[in-house]
């Protein structure tokens, strides 16, 4: 599909994830349970930022030397294709071992290269390096750990789909990151659910203030919840 225009995706970054997922769900365009990261995804720049961007797929190997090359240096037809998607991007990085996050799959370096192409964040079920560094380009990442060594990281492939904490997600993907996790969205509703996600916001912060107010009673919290 074509990019989004940008106004949109700023109008998304007005909601957390949980707001655009409530609101994804209102279109049935998948099962509840899916389109999100699970559990052990945490923004490990600190904060709470919230990126909006598209997708650019990568999958690395971290434990053994690669069969031929060296590291990330030799890979330069990945930034040729994160080049050729619409921007902003967003580098998901999914580290293919089988315990994933033995070594470092992005650090300083890296993201400031990842920068240069317009990548506003980066996404990964493996580890990073270089926290203080990160936080001083302010590039947000949203990884399982922290490890010291990059180890024998390289790339395998890229542009491919890939699998984050129990969301797959294809190059081009329109995703949403905050502190809570990342949500894929799809481009054909996003224009409307961000309308359906003003209007979950309104009617859940009327809930809220009837708690909060001295006029609370159950009959009317009830009737709040009804509308």
């Known amino acids: 599909m074509d990019p989004l225009p940008p106004s949109i995706l700023s109008e998304i970054q007005q909601f957390d994830t949980c707001t655009i997922a409530n609101a994804i769900e ?4 998948r099962l509840r349970n899916t389109g999100y990261t699970q559990p052990g995804l945490q923004c490990l720049t600190g904060g709470y930022p919230r990126m909006a961007g598209y997708a650019a797929t990568c999958r690395v190997k971290t434990a053994d030397p690669p069969m031929t090359g060296n590291a990330y240096v030799d890979r330069t037809d990945w930034w040729e294709a994160i080049g050729r998607l619409p921007a902003p991007r967003i580098a998901v990085i999914q580290d293919m071992e089988r315990n994933a996050g033995g070594g470092s799959t992005l650090g ?15 996404i ?17 990442v949203f990884a399982h750990s ?20 129990g969301l797959t ?13 990342v949500i894929s969205i799809p481009q054909d509703i996003a224009a409307e659910a961000i309308e359906t996600a003003r209007r979950i916001q309104a009617h ?11 006029d609370f009673t159950i009959k009317k919290l009830q009737a709040a919840i009804r509308e």
């Open 26 to 29: 209102h279109f049935g365009v």
């Open 108 to 122: 300083q370096v890296h993201a400031a290269v990842l920068q240069a192409f317009e990548c506003c964040a980066a």
């Open 124 to 140: 990964t079920n493996g580890s990073v390096r270089d926290l203080e560094g990160l936080a001083e380009l302010k590039f947000p």
């Open 146 to 165: 922290v490890a010291v060594s990059h180890a024998y990281a390289h790339v395998v492939d890229f542009g491919q789909p890939v699998e984050i904490f």
């Open 169 to 181: 997600v294809e190059a081009g993907d329109l995703l949403y990151a905050d502190c809570h996790g």
């Open 204 to 214: 859940d912060r009327k809930i809220i203030d009837l708690c909060r107010s001295s």
